[in-house]
């Protein structure tokens, strides 16, 4: 009798959690981060173990620049799940925008980091795309000095394509565009537009008309395209 008066007791205490958890999540996904984080900070204090709340706090943090402080939160998550691919993604996420930002001396000691993290991601979810278009990303804005390599680059891109043809397609664009080989990148963003007909496939190719081609009419059409089979 004891134990059922005390599962009365703490019952609503859970229905209140859970649904205090539903609305940050919701003003999360408004974009209301100033209240999702005033919730989840005060669901934080009552559980700093919830891995749920912290990711968010994390997220929240992320999404107002504040990397050192969203570091806190993923670096706990680490501690708290060391299983969990996307929480070595999100770190060496926020670890990489901190290097950016920082001066030449400081990044250098951070990108070792940076990129063991990504590749951890890999290794414990071996069908991680962020991590591996992070890592080709990495790999093209990285001196060659200091480890950045179209080579290495490229073969996260073959790995993407063995996972996702789209993301295959469109990363493998991406480095073309990125080393001016213009022609290249249309042809494998028209290739994932075959595949994929996504809104993102669609709007690389525009962008690589408008911006780099200086083909205004044909970045027109391709949007156009778009808006024509988005109505079906």
Excluded: C
Excluded at 217 to 225: D, P, T
């Amino acid at each position: 009798m004891k134990h059922f008066f005390l599962i009365l007791f703490l019952f609503p205490l859970a229905v209140f959690s859970q649904s205090e958890f539903a609305k940050g999540a919701q003003f999360f996904d408004k974009g209301n981060y100033e209240k999702a984080k005033e919730i989840f900070t005060a669901l934080y204090k009552k559980n700093p173990k919830d891995v749920s709340v912290i990711e968010y706090l994390g997220d929240i943090e992320a999404h107002a620049k504040k990397w050192e402080e969203s570091l806190v939160y993923y670096e706990k998550l680490k501690e708290l799940k060391p299983s969990e691919a996307n929480y070595y993604y999100k770190y060496g996420g926020a670890l990489g925008m901190k290097a950016k930002e920082s001066n030449k001396f400081k990044a250098l000691g951070m990108i070792g980091d940076v990129e063991d993290s990504f590749k951890k991601a890999i290794e414990l979810n071996p069908k991680h795309i962020e991590s591996r278009w992070a890592l080709v990303e990495l790999y093209l804005q990285l001196p060659a000095i200091i480890g950045g390599s179209e080579r290495k680059a490229q073969k996260y891109a073959d790995e993407l394509m063995t996972l996702s043809a789209v993301d295959g397609y469109l990363s493998k664009g991406h480095i073309a565009e990125y080393f001016k080989r213009y022609k290249e990148a249309e042809k494998n963003y028209k290739k994932a537009i075959e595949i994929g007909k996504s809104k993102t496939t669609y709007k690389k190719l525009a962008d690589l008309y408008k911006n780099k081609m200086k083909q205004p009419e044909k970045a027109k059409a391709v949007l156009e395209e778009y808006a024509e089979i988005s109505k079906t």
